[in-house]
């Protein structure tokens, strides 16, 4: 509440933020509606292709034309999408048969796999108040993930798997050179992510309707837009103001699977989802302060 009063700008952040995360969980849910008929990798492909040439002019526009798009470490880039590639796999096949809240819920951990491997990869020292932030988190995995049948329990280990990747490239945000933008970033996340699933060509994919190829239009705007918006909620906000909505992605899956599908998960997913949220709140108060008192000292 502090950070929110401390800037007026908090609020309008905030509102940038939540449209954000609602184009990420549409994106997520045109993803479960193509997963019946396409290969994960396949549908990555669609997307990627879709999105470069909109976003290499945007990064061009911003950046000052064509070397915009120049890097001075081309293979961080190409790593992070190796592992983009790897987690947006995982979580589009987890989609198959998991709920789109429930997917989205185990998701959520990615922030709580990013605070328990900054020890053992970056060597940060871990307080004991992180430790109990991490711990609640696997915690609540653990309530959202009920015993079940046996499909389902796949499903979630490849949700939960998605999450531990997406944090390995969370944090390998760090090797990407200063002068690199956002819009430079998404250019070779978009570009690597589709050479990397260019090898579909050779796969025998469905015949492509025209439903399937606005689906995939819509996927590919609505992940570049959200990610966009929510990259320039940071720029407005606080980050410990707006960071916390980023769970607001549970009231849009929950709506748009009850919506759409007619499913609405058990209460042991949004006890743990809130369990989740809750450890990751902390851990972004704890980033906060602890950056601010970096600044002070």
């Known amino acids: 509440m502090t950070a929110f009063l401390h800037s007026r700008k908090n609020p309008s952040a905030i509102l940038v933020m939540c449209a954000g995360v609602l184009l990420l969980v549409v994106n997520d849910a045109i993803a479960k509606g193509l997963v019946a008929r ?5 549908i990555l492909f669609a997307r990627s292709v879709i999105a470069l040439p909109v976003v290499a002019l945007v990064a061009m526009w911003h ?61 940060q020292r871990v307080s004991g108040a992180r430790l109990a932030a991490v711990g609640a988190g696997f915690v609540g995995a653990l309530i959202a993930v009920q015993p079940g049948a046996e499909t389902m329990q796949t499903a979630s280990a490849l949700a939960l798997g998605a999450a531990l990747v997406n944090a ?32 579909t060509l050779g796969m025998d994919w469905p015949s492509i309707r025209i439903e399937d190829a606005t689906m995939f239009a819509m996927m ?23 960071a916390p909505f980023d769970y607001t992605a549970l009231i849009w899956a929950s709506a748009i699977g009850w919506a759409v599908w007619g499913t609405v998960p058990g209460w042991p997913v949004y006890l743990g989802a809130a369990v989740i949220a809750s450890g990751g709140t ?16």
């Open 38 to 42: 396409f290969d994960p990798f396949q």
């Open 63 to 123: 950046r000052g034309g064509i070397s915009g798009l120049r890097s001075a470490r081309p293979s961080v880039h190409l790593l992070r999408a190796v592992l983009a590639v790897a987690a947006t796999y995982l979580f589009i096949a987890s989609l198959d048969a998991l709920p789109l809240a429930e997917a989205t819920a185990l998701i959520f951990t990615a922030p709580i796999f990013v605070a328990a491997l900054s020890w053992p990869l970056l060597r």
């Open 168 to 199: 390995l490239v969370m944090m390998s945000a760090r090797w990407i050179e200063q002068h690199d933008g956002f819009w430079t970033m998404t250019f070779y996340m978009t570009l690597f992510s589709g050479a990397l699933c260019a090898f």
């Open 220 to 242: 590919a705007g609505a992940g570049t837009l959200g990610i966009a918006l929510i990259t320039q909620a940071f720029r407005m906000g606080d980050a410990a103001a707006v």
């Open 282 to 297: 902390a851990l972004i108060v704890l980033d906060a302060r602890r950056a601010k008192q970096e600044v002070e000292a």
